[in-house]
Structures are given as C-alpha cells and as structure tokens.
C-alpha cells in the first residue's frame, strides 16, 4: 500500500434522528461474509486485504475477473488508468467457513464470492477519502459494471432508495425473513472516507440470554494478565464470551468468585448450526436469576 496508515470506511449505529434529509438515503443487505478491499494497480497487480490492513492471499481464483471489471473502469475513466479499488464483502458457503479462511495462519485457497459495494480509484483509497459523493461515484462505476459485466463470482450490490423511517424498518424487516444479517443504510450525498461514518448505519438484530459461567480464560496482548474471556455454558457447549469493560476484567480476574458460577447476560447475533453464538457479548450480572 503506502507509508499511510491503511483505513476502511466503517459504520455507526443506525439512528433515524441522524438523517436530516431523505433525498440521497439507501439501503442495502448486510452480508454474511467479511470485509475485503481488493486494490489493483497500474500494472494488474493485485492484493486482497482485510479490515485492518492483513493482507489475504486466498482469493487468487477472483483475480482474472477482476482485472476484466478494472479494464472496464478505465474505459469509463482515465482517473482508473493508475489503479482501482474495491470495497466489498466475502462470502462463503456459511460465516464459519469464510471466517477460518481468513484467519487461518496459513492461506489456502478458498472460492468464495465477492459482493461489491464501492469501487474508486486507487489514489483516493491511498489518500483516505473519495473527491465526490458516494452516488455520484456509483454512477460513473458501478452502473457501468452492473450494465456491462456479469460474474458468478463477483457480483454488485443494488442500493435501495428510501425516503423515511418506515421505509427502512420495512426493508430490514424483509431482509431479516429472507435470511440476511442485517441492513446497511447509506447517506450517499457523502463521500466515501476512511474512517467511521455517520454516512453509513448499520442495522443488525441482536438477541439476549442468561448463561452460567464456567470458567475464566486469560488475555492476549493489552489483556496479558487479566481477563481475556468468560467460557459459559450455552445448552451444553462452551462459548467464549469478550465484551467486559478493562475495569470489569481486572476486577473479575482479582476475585474470580465474583463471576465463577454466576448467571451472566450476554448479547448475541444469533445461534450457529453447532449451538455456539456469533459475537457474544458480555452485557451484565444476573444476581436476580441466581
């Protein structure tokens, strides 16, 4: 990339009193998958990164359709003749395959599909900030992707219009039956920039339950020495649960009989097919479920 520190645009929580004006609202799916950028330079060579800037090496198989989608862009614009980027999500057959391969310390190669939301020039990407709205860039980009290039794997996301609160909760409402994790609601009169954005809301379902904790388990890094997560029991099988404030780890680490045996609540996406949680979450003691 480059000495600047590698950024993604990221969202907060989704709040109707943030949006002032309904003109340039949409909404799309929040996919099951990762967060993948794709960066590829004036010379095709291409890189798949995460998030936080790790780069993956697992995707080769996307590559030739890739450099077929940037051909295109630079048709469209010669701002695309020194590179384009791709900001998107990685999906795989469940949640649980895609998130091994990406964590996985040594890369193997795993077909999954690209559902791309943004593309723009490389340099903006660099610089951390795009230089017109996102709608006028989904315009000169991703309408012509979507009218001249079609993939199986690789494919472009269609933002919805909205023009009210109502509108949106219907929408999620419609994409929760249908299976999907949540919504992303888009202020596209904003630019995309790299960093967290009221320009972006995300809309996810999150669901509760009392758990006992069975065990403490130590942390890693800044947590070297406390708390690192709380092990309970969901229904016969062991989940690691994070999400206790840097005082509550150091408390619970120093008195153990604190939260050894104790009912806890937790926050979660939902329940996977082995009965574990996706992204548990420590909320609060249950003293009163004791």
């Not at 964590?103 to 791309?116: G, I, L, Q, S, V």
């Not at 249908?178 to 920039?193: C, F, L, Q, T």
């Not at 999400?243 to 939260?259: A, C, L, V, Y």
Request: glycine share 8%; aromatic share 10%; charged share 30%.
């Amino acid at each position: 990339m480059s000495t600047k520190k590698f950024g993604v645009m990221l969202a907060k929580e989704y709040s109707p009193a943030k949006i002032t004006k309904w003109d340039d609202i949409v909404i799309e799916p929040k996919l099951d998958g990762v967060r993948v950028i794709i960066t590829v330079d004036s010379r095709d060579r291409i890189k798949f990164f995460s998030r936080n800037g790790r780069e993956l090496t697992m995707f080769g198989h996307l590559e030739r359709t890739i450099i077929e989608a940037c051909r295109l862009l630079r048709k469209s614009s010669s701002e695309f003749m020194d590179g384009t980027m791709f900001d998107g999500e990685m999906v795989g057959d469940t949640f649980g395959e895609i998130a091994g391969a990406i964590h996985r310390k040594k890369h193997t190669e795993y077909k999954a599909r690209f559902f791309c939301f943004y593309a723009m020039p490389l340099i903006y990407f660099r610089n951390g900030s795009d230089t017109i709205s996102q709608g006028d860039r989904y315009d000169v980009t991703m309408v012509r992707l979507r009218r001249s290039f079609y993939s199986h794997e690789f494919k472009i996301v269609n933002p919805v219009r909205v023009s009210s609160h109502n509108d949106i909760v219907a929408f999620y409402d419609n994409l929760r039956d249908d299976g999907y994790e949540g919504a992303i609601v888009k202020d596209y009169a904003r630019p995309w920039v790299a960093m967290r954005s009221g320009a972006w809301m995300k809309m996810k379902a999150e669901l509760t339950v009392d758990v006992r904790v069975k065990a403490m388990r130590e942390g890693t890094g800044k947590y070297k020495g406390t708390l690192g997560a709380l092990v309970v029991d969901h229904s016969g099988v062991d989940v690691k649960v994070s999400g206790m404030s840097d005082e509550q780890r150091h408390q619970f680490w120093g008195k153990p009989k604190k939260i050894l045996g104790k009912m806890i609540e937790v926050s979660y996406q939902e329940e996977t097919v082995h009965g574990s949680l996706r992204h548990p979450r420590f909320m609060r003691l249950r003293p009163d479920k004791e």
